[in-house]
Structure formats: C-alpha cells, structure tokens
C-alpha cells in the first residue's frame, strides 16, 4: 500500500507537469515572457528612433539650397528673324549638393503666363486650335550646357522648366538657349531658378528670395535676309565680300 500510494503521487505529480508544468516551472515561463516582451519593446524604440532619422532627412530634404545667378545675357534689341543666346551663369552658394537645377521660362504678363509655351504668348482670339503663338523659336538640340556639343537642359515638369541636373557646393552651371525672334513687339521675359522638381525643394538667395530675373526687349519688324539651316536654325543670309574682278 505505500508503494501504491507513492506512485499515485507520484503520477499525480507527473500529470500536472505534463499539462502545464510546475508552479515553479510555470513562474520561470513567466519571467521568460517579461524578458521578451522587455526586447521586443527595446526594438520597438530603436525602429521609431530610426524612423525619426529618416524623418529628420526628409526635413533636410526640404530645406532650401543657396544660388545665385552671377551672369545674364540676351540682347535687349533684336531683330525680326535675328538668333541670339540666352545665357544664364547660376552658381551653388550653399554646402549641400543642389539636387536639380530647374530653370523655369515664361513671357509676362498674362498672355505670357497663360501660354504653355515658354517662349510664347496665348492669344486672346476665339476659336484658334492653337491659341499659343511663339515669340521666339528655341534652337534645335537646346539648351545647352556651356560650351558643350551635347544638349541640357532637359524638359521638367512643364515645358516651361529646363531641368540641368545636380550641382555640386561652389560650382557653376551655364545654361545656354538659342533663340530665333519670330514676333515683333515689346517684351518681358522672367525666368526663376528652383533646386528639384519637385516643391519639396526650392532654391534662395542670401536675402532668402527665389533666384530671379527678367529680360526687357524690343522686337522691331526691320526685318533681314534669312534662311533655315539644317539645324532647324534661322540664320541671316550674308553677301560675301568683295565683287567680281
């Protein structure tokens, strides 16, 4: 009967502990549950504290980058069918590398602003299929940067905004644009220089102002002997010199 009565409690001790274990099994359980759940918060921090890190770069991302325009260029007289070039000299100011320098063009005034075409105005007539009338014509194979062969100034967002790639802190971007005038008359083209694509990202001077300006020309209609090259150029047909001997 002793034998009998300590191996029922032995079995009554081994059932429980197939079931669920021990008090002091099931208290050790507890302590291992706390001590996870004390690493999965821990965890828990760090991924918020990495998450106001990119935050705090998205922030960056925002702010806005130092340039100046230090040249400007474009005749304020021309000619009815003259080509001439826009020059624009825009310069890194800050210690950030500037994203994206985006050169926005349009003529002013409302007939400018209302156009879609940066060297052009809409026309207020009614029922024209195409209301946008150029008063210049842009060169084939521009802008350019420089003096290089190689086209820049890539379309932005609009086809009023030429978009020159990144530029690093202390360097210089030229933008060049070749124009052909096509319309006479008196005119004011503005332009602005922002930092991205986007209005996340915007470009300013050390007054804090956008980087701007604006070109004031008189288009007379003493027109010239011109043609089209192969480059889709109009360009004035010149006498040689000199005469027959």
Not at 140 to 153: A, C, I, M, T
Not at 166 to 173: A, E, N, Q, S, Y
Not at 228 to 236: I, K, L, W
Request: net charge neutral.
């Amino acid at each position: 009967m002793p034998r009998k009565e300590g191996l029922e409690r032995e079995n009554a001790w081994y059932v429980p502990a197939a079931l669920g274990g021990n008090r002091r099994h099931r208290r050790r359980s507890r302590i291992g549950a706390l001590a996870v759940g004390a690493i999965v918060a821990a965890l828990a921090l760090v991924a918020v504290g990495c998450g106001n890190d990119d935050s705090s770069s998205s922030t960056d991302d925002e702010r806005a980058y130092r340039a100046s325009i230090v040249r400007e260029e474009f005749p304020s007289r021309q000619r009815l069918g003259e080509t001439t070039q826009m020059r624009l000299d825009i310069r890194n100011d800050g210690e950030r590398t500037i994203p994206a320098v985006v050169v926005s063009v349009s003529l002013g005034g409302e007939a400018g602003a209302g156009s879609s075409i940066p060297f052009g105005v809409r026309s207020g007539e009614p029922g024209l299929a195409q209301p946008d009338r150029p008063v210049w014509v842009l060169s084939e194979h521009y802008p350019k940067v420089g003096k290089s062969d190689d086209p820049g100034g890539t379309e932005g967002a609009t086809p009023k905004a030429f978009n020159f790639g990144p530029l690093k802190p202390g360097r210089t971007v030229r933008g060049v644009w070749q124009l052909s005038a096509v319309r006479p008359g008196n005119f004011e083209l503005v332009y602005k220089v922002d930092a991205g694509v986007s209005d996340r990202t915007r470009a300013e001077t050390e007054d804090g102002t956008p980087p701007r300006g604006r070109f004031s020309v008189r288009i007379t209609d003493q027109t010239q002997d011109t043609t089209v090259n192969d480059a889709g150029e109009v360009v004035e047909v010149r006498e040689p010199r000199g005469g027959a001997g």
